[in-house]
């Protein structure tokens, strides 16, 4: 994957509940037990402590793709440490 001029690999924009863009940078789209997630580090000042991620579920809805938010925690730590795994895996093979 090759970084864009600032540093960022795929810039993608989001709406929050208040209808403002948010900037994430796109760090992978992955798959955890038959779902599909993507991962996104915020470019924007929002509510996260430096260096978190914003974990979301892709689901189709005519024919789109569209993030939903994971509800149950324990779901969410499953498919953060799914995200970790291959994260992980990915900078080893950078080195």
């Known amino acids: 994957m090759e970084e864009n ?3 960022i690999f795929k810039e993608v924009v989001l709406l929050d509940d208040k209808g403002q863009e948010v ?12 779902e ?3 991962a996104l580090l915020p470019l924007d000042d929002v509510d996260l402590e ?5 974990i979301l579920r892709v689901v ?13 925690e324990v779901l969410l730590e ?9 994260f992980d895996e ?3 093979e950078e080195d």
Not at 23 to 34: C, I, S
Not at 50 to 54: D, S
């Open 23 to 34: 900037h994430f940078d796109h760090l992978m789209t992955f798959d955890h037990e038959g």
């Open 90 to 92: 990915m900078i080893d």
């Open 60 to 72: 189709q809805e005519n024919g789109e793709d569209v993030y939903r938010t994971i509800e149950s």
């Open 50 to 54: 430096e260096g978190e991620v914003v």
């Open 78 to 86: 499953e498919v953060f440490d799914t995200f970790m795994d291959l």
């Open 5 to 7: 001029e600032k540093g």
């Open 36 to 38: 599909r997630y993507i």
